[in-house]
T-cell receptor
């Protein structure tokens, strides 16, 4: 079983829509959690860290449910520029990151 | 530049040859990481450096893979006797520290390796 699992999508949504992604992780000892964004043929870039209390950054809200071992990302008022692959990332050790395969989002006009 | 720099950006080589990939981390970052991303797969952790030492090499797929870091800065990943399954994008990342939680890792553009 892969350590981090995500629905690969693609999610096709119109501009202005709200979209949510979930991911699950298998290691209950995992200690830190992130969402990264990866554009086609580009390097991953940190979108936001995910804290136990949940956190928000502009149009993006991340939630962590340790009991159920899942992480979510909510994007409000989607923009065309939000089209990318969103990577759920979990760390057990403080250094090595375990990446999901990513969820593909396409925002259309 | 201020980001993580990797070279070459693309490498095409014949099966059986050795290749060397280079990573220049962000200045002042003590931790350096190598990952591999194969087509349709997620990123796979290979090795972690804290300074010049590698506390975790567990992700290296075989003994054909090795890496070193010198001067607490530049790192090279060497693949000997390349095989076709080594074809992937090799990504390097760095962070201020590898010993604290929630340290963001900053990635380079990667080296796209193709083995013919």
């Amino acid at each position: 079983r892969k350590e981090v699992e995500q629905d690969p999508g693609p999610f096709n949504v119109p501009e202005g829509a709200t979209v949510a992604f979930n991911c699950t992780y298998s290691n209950s000892a995992s200690q830190s959690f992130f969402w990264y964004r990866q554009d086609c043929r580009k390097e991953p870039k940190l979108l936001m860290s995910v804290y136990s209390s949940g956190n928000e950054d502009g149009r993006f809200t991340a939630q962590l449910n340790r009991a159920s071992q899942y992480i979510s990302l909510l994007i409000r008022d989607s923009k065309l520029s939000d089209s990318a692959t969103y990577l759920c990332v979990v760390s057990n050790s403080g250094y090595a990151l375990n990446f999901g395969k990513g969820t593909s989002l396409l925002v259309t006009p | 530049g201020a980001g993580v720099s990797q070279s070459p950006s693309n490498k095409v080589t014949e099966k059986g040859k050795d290749v060397e990939l280079r990573c220049d981390p962000i200045s002042g970052h003590t931790a350096l990481y190598w990952y591999r991303q194969s087509l349709g797969q997620g990123l796979e952790f290979l090795i972690y450096f804290q300074g010049n030492s590698a506390p975790d090499k567990s992700g290296l797929p075989s003994d054909r893979f090795s890496a070193e870091r010198t001067g607490g800065s530049v790192s090279t990943l060497t693949i000997q006797r390349t095989q076709q399954e080594d074809s992937a994008v090799y990504l390097c990342a760095s962070s201020l520290s590898g010993t604290e939680m929630y340290q963001p890792q900053h990635f380079g553009d990667g080296t796209r390796l193709s083995i013919l």
